[in-house]
DNA sequence: CGATATGTTGAAAGGTCTCAAGGGACGTGG
DNA sequence: CCACGTCCCTTGAGACCTTTCAACATATCG
């Protein structure tokens, strides 16, 4: 975010920021808890979730560097943001960054981008959740990790470290953890991935994965 | 979103614009297909929605008036737009748009809002794609169209006509048609709705029916 | 009135969930 | 270094829910 700003701004805004560390795990902001600071995501994942009463949970995004965490402009959150991995963020109050908006052309247009780009994804992923199979879904996740995790390689492998355990990827999916481990098993078996340790996978066939995604 | 222009801009974008009429069913925008205007919605609703290649179909959102149709910025559509009734629109050319939004912080403002509503409402749709039922994604729909359709009455009562087909509703949830049909015949047994004509809905118990949405 | 599209209902198949048991990695303490 | 507990993951069996396929009913429209 701080791309967008010149060295004025920069230096207001230091003023008005604090650097802040979360454990992963650590929830940054509660569901339909006021909203007093937006959060300048420096590294790290963040994981956005909303829970029905009781407990049934959905995650409804993932956000990385260097997005902004918060819903701008709402007085209360309407969903919980949490630390996926070990994560450090920019606090910046929120009438600092909403005054800032009003001023600067090139950070509201990088805001505005994020929340188009954030709403392609919640559409596209509701395609995923609505109309897909438990086979199809996990492939679909796999799919999206490894795009995100190992971008520039090319041809049929991808190797990576799944940033998410089995319940958060259930949570993501509508699945059950039950149902996802054993997709990830079907996928061993037919020899399209490898699995050591739970969580390093290696993609042994893009083709092949692609194919599951529907 | 007329409501946001000055005299001089109404005039100008009035030079740029034509209103436009699609009978319910036609095409406004198709899923892939490159994006030269977008349409200002005057009256009736519109429906988005994605395909995948085997023909599976999910409603990814509505639209009413008077939002504004058509993904901002993007050069192709993501999803395919769709009248779900007769609808009255203002097609205005890209370029005229995305010039006057420069210029005006209202505009600029609104569209802002639209879209986080927007993401709000998918965000909110995907907890019941991946977490509810089909008995509870049926109500969790009822009740969407009725605070929609309704949205003045008091009391426990709300009477209003679908503005979807049961297919249309299939594909919003995530269902087949023929389980959309039975839990709406099950509402109809337990005594929380009555249907008459297909069509036109009467709940007769608000608080049952909330108490339905899980 | 017949033709067609839309909606309902039933029975059986299939997929996912639930419940239960067991396996493997990791950390702590003996 | 090993024993043990804990957490996370995997696997199996049966229950449950949704889909599929088929038949029938109802609404719409010429």
Known sequence: MCGALNPDELTLLSRHTRQIEHPSGEELVGESTRVEAYDNLMRGVVKLSKTLEDGRQQIVGLQFAPDLVGRLYAGESPMTAEAASDVEVCRVPRATLERLIERNPALRKRLMDQSLRELDEARDWMVTLGRKTAAEKVASLLLLIASHLDP???????????PMSRLD??????????????????????GIITITANRHIEVLSLAKLQARCG
């Open 152 to 162: 520039e390689a090319a041809g049929e492998r991808r190797i990576f470290d799944l």
């Open 169 to 190: 990827m259930a949570d993501y999916l509508g699945l059950t953890i039950e149902t996802v481990s054993r997709q990830f098993s079907r996928l061993k078996k037919d």
